[in-house]
């Protein structure tokens, strides 16, 4: 994912220390090949559990097969069953294939501090080389886990002895959440089956304005999908879905070193020829829907130190124990513009490449700013390296063009576009760069970057990921202009869905946020959009239809384009459905953006993320696991105002909800509009107790370390055990929530953020904090 480092202007790994502070200063942060750091730091405690069996066994519970669960242990399906039931839980649903292969991001991170590594590669089945593959590829997952695996003692079988243990869970349980009432079910991983459907209905795609209107598949796996096709990335129905919502476009991530001969080392390269072979069958599948696929290019990927030992002469600049392939090298560069050729020879249906050239992974001398250190590069600056790599990666697409038209024929396509994506470019590069391109290229920025924002009385400027603040801003808007007065077509990178602040739902209903802000891009005269990183891209979401409606008309308000949408959905309850996306927009512009919030505060998982009596130590993860770290949490936010925002966010949902079903609750809706409108009232109310817990536990941790300087702790404890309460009720509702819609807390590349069981568990916890802790204050 886009590491956002723009907003500080420090360097990179000062950035990386501030997204990933548990290294404590240590510059093993990396997003390339590092060999995974086993730091003495212990597990957190889970004091809710008599120990770490009965975790393990909870946590896997309806995610691994009890067998793969008993093999690693030592121990018979039947023992660990009896656990399980002791324990309160019902009889393991079956895990099916496709489950099992869609949450391992899920299995991963919730054993992260239970397993040792290599015990975790066995539950999953995985060799050393595959955990190692995924941990740095999938989507960055070694940083959503903080760089560091904590260090697990093997876990083995042992008979329970603790049965007053086993009974409080049980009898919790029980209290908890025997009288919930869920009327309707569905298993995880529902919505794959639900969204692969040919559509019921089919509806013509409006005409657009903008294009390329490309986002990624909402459940597309990001590690190698190319490789693993038993898992369809892009079924038909899926594909009609999001034809009909107006896209014309999804992307992929790729490694060209996978997808193509590696010249240097071909055992790199193992199985391209079927990944290619694949890309092809895909690209082939989805032009039959009008759906393009663009490929996203952040190359050469960086080496280890051992490569350079047969290939000094390509060395660039070193970082830890790997060096760049300096792209100033003519090897290099026909190594790149060689493979690209191959792509586009054997894919000319390709809808084309996006690039990133700084940050994310570290890739020619000058993409993490250090440049100056490489012999080649330094004298030639951070411009003229990019500006020559494009012209590299340009030169690929042609000679792969005309390598088709020689070998197989006229080809009557304009072949595959070359998006360039200024992404984390310091300020002043895009003066230099720009004039230098050529001229076939289209220009790329995100669209809110730089956006000056005052949230509770505390200035600040947005970096990307953001539906709360209005778009564009200032940054996109100057190299915009750069761009059209050289001729290059210009396309916004938005959040249309949802964005990292809150990751964990399928879209943010804030409408007229987006809507708003499409309005700006079409006056803008903006030629297309990305319209979504790794998450937002649910098809069936009203705010990727309001975008297709306001590209399809250049006159259309934000009321009306509203309007359109909300009919066509709830019929009846259209006008009081706009007047609720008008209160959760207004309630989302108070949310506490920065940066350092999105990434690291628990706001994808909420009520999902336990509560400690004591600080664990451990520094919150990007988007990955927040632990208690309310100083990483509220980033430039003084706690009280970053507490405050987020209630505000929260009541303003709440007040927006109550509303809306005060109006409607007569109304005469079919049942398709009925369940449509009650599964958008269920994401807006999940978006509410997101935000509401993570201020719930910012209170929490900020009355639990002051209590030590406090004279009179009754009122801290008072406080305490109120917001305990209101995590047990928000955890219940959730539970409710998730279970009838297994959409919610799940997003693509982090898979599901939290599952029911989750939110049990966080009952646990917190029952366990006023029993053995505040009421002994």
């Known amino acids: 994912m886009p590491i956002d480092l723009s907003v500080s202007r420090r360097g990179f790994l000062r950035a990386a220390a501030l997204l990933s502070p548990v290294l404590l200063g240590s510059n093993a942060f990396s997003m390339g090949r590092l060999p995974f750091p086993f730091i ?3 597990p957190v405690p ?15 519970w309806n995610l691994v097969p009890l067998a793969r669960m008993a093999s690693i242990l030592g121990a018979s399906e039947n023992q660990l069953l009896k656990l399980g039931q002791a324990m309160g839980l019902d009889r393991p649903k079956p895990v099916s294939d496709e489950q099992w292969r869609r949450s391992y991001v899920t299995i991963i991170r919730r054993n992260w501090h239970l397993l040792p590594k290599t015990q975790l590669e066995a539950l999953l089945g995985w060799t050393a080389e595959q955990m190692e593959f995924t941990l740095q590829e999938d989507d960055f997952l070694n940083v959503k886990l903080g760089n560091l695996k904590p260090d697990c003692e093997l876990l083995t079988w042992s008979s329970s002895t603790d049965k007053s243990a086993e009974n409080w869970i049980r009898e919790v349980v029980k209290q908890e959440f025997s009288e919930l009432q869920i009327t309707r079910e569905e298993p995880l991983f529902q919505f794959v089956k639900d969204l692969s459907a040919a559509p019921k209905h089919r509806t013509e795609t409006l005409a657009s304005n903008f294009s390329p209107r490309f986002g990624y598949g909402y459940f597309t796996l990001f590690g190698d999908p190319l490789l693993d096709t038993d898992l369809d990335p892009y079924p038909d129905g899926y594909l009609q879905r999001m034809a009909a919502t107006g896209l014309d476009g999804t992307w992929m991530h790729i490694v060209l070193s996978n997808l193509t001969p590696f010249p240097w080392d071909p055992a790199v390269s193992k199985g391209w020829e079927t990944r290619l072979a694949n890309l092809k069958k895909l690209i082939e599948k989805c032009k039959r829907q009008g759906i393009g696929i663009y490929l996203y290019l952040n190359e050469p990927r960086r080496q280890p130190l051992s490569f350079f030992e047969k290939h000094p002469e390509l060395k660039g ?6 060096a760049a392939l300096c792209t100033s090298h003519p090897d290099v560069q026909n190594y790149l513009e060689n493979a690209i050729a191959q792509i586009v020879s054997a894919v000319p249906d390709l809808a084309g490449f996006f690039t990133i050239s700084a940050s994310e992974n570290p890739t020619h001398c000058w993409s993490h ?19 020559e790599l494009h012209r590299v990666y340009e030169s690929g697409i042609r000679k792969g063009m005309e390598r088709y038209r020689k070998e197989v ?45 005052n949230r509770g009385g505390v200035e600040s400027k947005v970096g990307e990921y953001s539906i709360s603040a209005i778009g564009p801003g200032p940054r996109a808007k100057r190299h915009w202009a750069i761009a059209r007065e050289h001729g290059l077509r210009i396309l916004a990178k938005i959040q249309a869905g949802t964005t990292w602040e809150c990751g964990g739902v399928p879209y943010i209903p804030a409408l007229e946020n987006v809507a708003q802000h ?36 250049d006159r259309i308000s934000v009321r009306d384009a509203l309007t359109q949408v909300a009919k066509r959905r709830y019929g009846a309850a259209a006008e009081d459905m706009v007047d609720a996306w008008y209160g959760f927009s207004k309630a989302f512009r108070e949310f506490p953006y920065h940066i350092g919030v999105v990434y690291q505060a628990p706001v994808h998982s909420g009520p999902a993320n336990l509560l400690w009596k004591e600080a664990t130590g451990y520094s919150s993860t990007m988007v990955g696991i927040g632990y208690d770290d309310l ?21 303003g949902f709440d007040r927006s909800l109550a509303t809306l079903n005060e109006r409607t609750k007569s109304l005469t809706l079919t049942k398709e509009q ?18 509401r817990s993570v201020a719930n536990q910012a209170d929490f941790i900020r009355h639990r370390d002051q209590l030590g300087t406090v004279a009179d702790r009754s009122g801290a404890k008072s406080r305490l055990r109120e917001l305990l309460l209101s995590e047990i009720k928000l955890a219940r509702r959730l539970y409710e929530l998730q279970s009838a819609d297994s959409r919610i807390g799940f997003e693509a590349t982090n898979h599901y953020f939290y599952v029911p069981d989750d939110l049990m568990e966080k009952v646990l916890n917190c029952r366990y904090l006023l029993e053995n802790w505040v009421e002994k204050i």
């Not at 009280?640 to 505000?648: A, D, G, K, S």
């Open 46 to 60: 889970f004091p809710h559990f008599p120990g770490r069996l009965h975790a393990f066994v909870w946590r896997n």
């Open 317 to 322: 600049v070193t970082s830890g124990q790997h």
């Open 409 to 453: 024929g006229d080809y009557k396509g304009a072949g595959p576009q070359l998006i360039l994506w200024d992404w984390a470019w310091p300020d002043g590069w895009a003066e230099n760069i720009i004039p230098k391109l050529p001229s076939n290229i289209s220009y790329m920025c995100v669209s809110e970057w730089s956006l000056p924002i």
């Open 674 to 691: 009925r369940l449509e409108f009650e599964r958008e009232l269920s994401i807006a109310e999940a978006v509410a107790i997101l935000y």
């Open 518 to 553: 499409i309005v700006n891009l079409r006056d803008e005269k903006v030629s297309g959009l990305l319209t979504g990183w790794t998450l937002g891209g649910y098809p069936g979401s009203p705010n990727l239809e309001v975008v297709s409606v306001i590209g399809s008309d």
């Open 369 to 387: 700013f250090k440049g100056d250190t490489c012999p080649r590069c330094a004298s030639k600056g951070p411009e003229a390296v990019i500006v």
């Open 40 to 42: 003495q730091h212990p």
């Open 631 to 651: 100083k990483g949490w509220r980033s430039i936010y003084p706690e009280e105002v970053f507490i405050n925002q987020l209630y505000r966010v929260a009541e």
